[in-house]
């Protein structure tokens, strides 16, 4: 515990002392009041449906651009050579990272509060799909962070990380759509992997277990693969 | 290497091997090095020193043997054997974004240091590196020289047994060097040290012993501060070189006798092997005999000559 906080502090110090943060919140908070404020006179609903879908696709170009250099860096550098042969488990570095990405997102999220505070100030919102849209979001955001820390563990090149991570999260943000092409059993198998099918209820207030599960096992997945690569040695 | 028993052996590397896929780095290397042991390695490059190190260190796992650090398994004690183990690698790897002492405190935590006693080991590992100057200062702006001394630093703190030092002169000026061989010969004697390089010269200067590796495999180890039995003597004499040879040999204890250059003022220097201790006797057999003796002075093993007798060898055995 006292490992993975050490390096949690010395992760968060690394992602808040790097420009690449405050540039990547900034443009975030800026196309998202773009968004809110276009959505609020356009529609005049108070909702933050259309809020939540364009965090979730913000995220998956965001995200990767926060993860990337998370393990590369540090391979490139030679750091992490530095950090494995130091007392600690493979995990703890894992989780530190992973821990440090993800307070990033959760900063821009409660950032993102201030539309739905906006909401209650003037208008008698529906609070349950606004919690369970900010809910779908950080799940949304911690597949991808794990993702993204996965792909960066795997190469020493951080834009090959953020890149690669991008791919891989936008084609399974849409991979349902083939779906469609697709004889029964695989449609659904594809279906199931799709991030936007499982982030859908979420944003509308239907919250699923089966949701929750897959947010969490891709999670849980990727970061032990994360060890295992680092492990692997 | 049967001199030091396994069980009191800072180092205990045995049939040590790896494989990077289907090439083979590190072949069968058995390695015992006891406390307070200054041990070289040396080899060209890609003759699988790193990957040597890497394993003691616990970076890479072997593929085959077993090493031990400490009597610790680098792979199945592998916590416990690092805690051992200060490792400074290749180009020494460092936080360019932290200042000296934020970096040091961060290692000294990953390494176990209690809270209350971090910040005297780190001053303890400034003041020994003599980093008092730059301890404020981030490291991606010190030199060469500075960023070396601290990652010796971050690998003194937790006061491991043993210290693995991979190229540490490696882009270093020329009096940064002759202060890290200073600093290395210091260090030893208080622990361990497994040093590698690729130039003769710098094994020589600081080494205690030295394990000659090529292509992966150990072709020896050779000590290079004998002990008391048997002494190399270099000696500058004035005088004809068949009279001086003659007169070298003729002392008792004397096994051989070299030239190594002769000068145009009829000087020549001269290699004598012994075993036991000449100097007096050599120098009155030089006077009697009416040459001039210049100078005297005690001549390492020509580790140049051995590496290249060892590598020839080897050469000569796979051709």
Request: hydrophobic share 50%; proline share 4%; aromatic share 6%.
């Amino acid at each position: 515990m006292r490992n993975f906080l050490t390096l949690l502090v010395k992760e968060e110090k690394a992602v808040f002392s790097s420009p690449i943060a405050y540039a990547i919140v900034a443009v975030y908070l800026l196309l998202m009041g773009f968004t809110f404020t276009l959505m609020l006179f356009l529609n005049r609903t108070a909702e933050l449906v259309r809020v939540f879908f364009q965090a979730a696709v913000l995220f998956l170009l965001i995200v990767p651009v926060v993860t990337m250099r998370l393990l590369a860096e540090e391979r490139r550098s030679g750091t992490l050579e530095l950090l494995l042969t130091s007392p600690v488990r493979e995990i703890e570095i894992v989780l530190a990272k992973f821990v440090a990405s993800l307070t990033l997102v959760l900063l821009m999220l409660v950032l993102t509060a201030s539309d739905a505070i906006v909401l209650g100030i003037y208008a008698d919102p529906d609070w349950g799909p606004i919690y369970s849209g900010f809910l779908g979001l950080l799940l949304l955001a911690a597949a991808l962070a794990a993702i993204g820390l996965l792909v960066s563990g795997l190469t020493s090149n951080q834009i090959v990380a953020a890149v690669v991570a991008m791919g891989v999260g936008i084609l399974l943000w849409m991979i349902d759509s083939i779906g469609y092409l697709l004889p029964d059993p695989f449609d659904t198998i594809v279906t199931s992997l799709s991030l936007v099918a499982h982030f859908t209820p979420f944003a509308t207030g239907a919250l699923f277990l089966s949701d929750l599960g897959f947010f969490l096992t891709v999670v849980l997945a990727c970061l032990l693969l994360t060890v295992r690569t680092l492990a692997r040695r | 290497m049967g001199t030091i028993a396994l069980t009191t052996a800072v180092i205990a590397a045995e049939q040590l091997t790896k494989w990077y896929g289907p090439r083979l780095a590190v072949d069968r290397v058995s390695l015992a090095v006891g406390p307070g042991e200054i041990v070289g390695l040396l080899g060209p490059k890609g003759s699988g020193k790193t990957t040597i190190l890497r394993i003691l260190a616990g970076y890479l796992r072997p593929s085959a043997g077993t090493a031990r650090i400490s009597g610790l398994d680098v792979v199945d004690d592998a916590l416990a054997s690092r805690r051992r183990v200060g490792y400074v690698p290749e180009d020494a790897p460092l936080y360019g974004g932290m200042t000296v002492r934020e970096f040091l405190a961060f290692m000294g935590r990953l390494k176990g240091l209690a809270t209350a006693g971090l910040p005297a080991a780190v001053d303890a590992a400034v003041e020994r590196l003599g980093l008092g100057p730059v301890r404020g200062i981030q490291i991606g702006r010190l030199s060469r020289g500075y960023r070396q001394r601290v990652a010796i630093a971050q690998a003194l703190l937790g006061s491991p047994d043993l210290l693995i030092l991979d190229e540490p002169t490696n882009g270093l000026d020329p009096r940064q060097i002759i202060e890290m061989r200073e600093l290395i010969r210091s260090l030893g004697g208080e622990r361990t040290i497994l040093v590698t390089s690729h130039i003769l010269g710098e094994i020589e200067r600081v080494a205690d012993r030295v394990a000659i590796l090529l292509d992966g495999r150990l072709l020896g180890v050779h000590a290079l501060r004998a002990p008391s039995e048997g002494q190399r003597l270099r000696l500058h004499v004035r005088g004809h070189e068949a009279g001086v040879r003659a007169c070298l040999a003729r002392v008792p204890g004397v096994t051989a006798v070299g030239v190594e250059g002769t000068s145009a003022t009829s000087v020549a220097t001269y290699v004598v092997d012994a075993e036991q201790a000449v100097a007096e006797t050599l120098a009155a057999a030089l006077i009697a005999g009416g040459f001039g003796l210049l100078a005297m002075e005690p001549a390492p093993v020509d580790l140049e000559t051995l590496f290249l007798r060892l590598t020839g060898d080897r050469e000569a055995a796979t051709r």
